[in-house]
């Protein structure tokens, strides 16, 4: 019984010791792999917080630097917070509260380079377009304004005078996009255009929902002086952005039809540019430019995505293009100078043409 129980005695301490030894190894790998594992997170925190550290410091300068390097020139004496960059063309009154009524947002502009002689036309399309809530420009090329000063809204439109100059001439240099980075849509227009069939509110409408950058209304082709298919009125539809017929000189337009003048176009007459297509525009008016031949073709490049989706016709609300002769011309010359773009046109399209020719028989003489 004695030697039984000396035997237990004596296996119980190993058993103690094997345990504890284990025990201890174990609680000591812990230790390790906590250790280790505080180091990477502590190491991945410090790369992390530097690098956010540096990022910040980062913004910081390039903030700093556009303080004083984004600011328009001349400005840069100025305090913070003192730069207006832009400005409209509602005119102020001298004294009295401010009319606190007009929504800025919804304001958009007509400008129209105007003679005295169309004095009834424009007289008619102001009156359409004051009704909607808009701005009204004229740019007197006959240097005539207070002929202009008997009609009741006179006074509310803007008269910028000077002889023998286009409209083209007159947008250049009023109409820079931060002076009418207040209005959403700017009218263009020239003052031979009867507006009978043209309702303003409409057209807003349409061209908002269709998503039009750059639009103009269709011309009635029983009346006006049309000079391409594209802008002749459809009656059977709303809107449209390209056509499908030959359009003289063997040309064809076509459903895979993607360049001007089948599709992606207004011409100059009554072109309405957003304000975001306006801010793109105003840049490819060069300072010299007079009729604005050609520059319709390059409208895509301004219609703020594809050219066929965002440029259109709005059929439901056309007008009428009388082509009266201004700026002092003649019937004739006026047909002159319209046969001379037109040959000019012709050449270069022929051109192209003959040069894609060549190209293709190249192409095929290489490879036989």
């Given amino acids: 019984m004695k030697t039984s129980d000396s035997k237990a005695l004596m296996v119980e301490p190993r058993r103690q010791r094997t345990f504890r030894c284990r025990f201890l190894c174990m609680l000591f790998l812990l230790s390790a792999g906590f250790f280790i594992g505080s180091a990477f997170v502590v190491t991945d925190y410090k790369e992390r917080f530097l690098s956010r550290g ?13 303080e004083t390097q984004c600011r328009p020139q001349g400005s840069e004496s100025l305090p913070k917070g003192i730069v207006s960059k832009t400005s409209d063309l509602e005119m102020r009154s001298l004294w009295g509260p401010l009319d606190k009524k007009k929504s ?99 057209y807003l409408k349409i061209i908002k929902e269709e998503g039009l950058e750059i639009s103009q209304p ?90 066929t989706k965002n440029i259109g016709i709005v059929d439901s609300e056309y007008i009428i293009h009388y082509g009266l002769p201004t700026l002092g011309g003649s019937v004739a010359n006026k047909m002159l100078l319209r046969d001379l773009h037109q040959s000019i046109f012709m050449f270069f399209f022929c051109f192209l043409c003959r040069s894609q020719l060549l190209f293709t028989r190249n192409i095929i003489i290489g490879a036989a």
């Fill in 218 to 307: 269709a011309l009635d082709p029983n009346i006006s002086e049309v000079h391409h298919h594209l802008t002749a009125r459809d009656s059977r539809s709303k809107v449209h952005r390209k056509i499908n017929k030959l359009i003289g000189g063997g040309r064809k337009c076509d459903a895979n039809s993607t360049e001007p003048p089948c599709t992606g176009w207004v011409e100059m007459m009554a072109p309405v540019f957003s304000r975001a297509s306006w801010h793109c525009a105003w840049h490819m008016i060069q300072n010299d430019l007079v009729h604005a031949w050609g520059l319709d073709f390059q409208l895509g490049y301004c219609a703020q995505g594809d050219r």
């Fill in 104 to 202: 800025k947002s919804s304001m958009n502009l007509l400008a129209i380079a105007a003679g005295i002689k169309q004095k009834k036309s424009v007289n008619k399309i102001v009156k359409k377009f004051l009704s909607s809530d808009f701005v009204v420009m004229l740019f007197h090329y006959d240097g005539i304004v207070d002929d202009w000063r008997d009609l009741d809204w006179s006074d509310r439109a803007i008269h910028v005078s000077a002889v023998n100059q286009t409209k083209w001439w007159f947008a250049k240099r009023f109409l820079h996009p931060d002076i009418v980075s207040e209005y959403a849509y700017i009218f263009l227009w020239d003052e031979d255009l009867g507006i009978e069939n043209f309702n303003v509110g409409r």
């Fill in 54 to 66: 540096f990022n910040d410091a980062m913004q910081n300068t390039r903030s700093k630097t556009c």
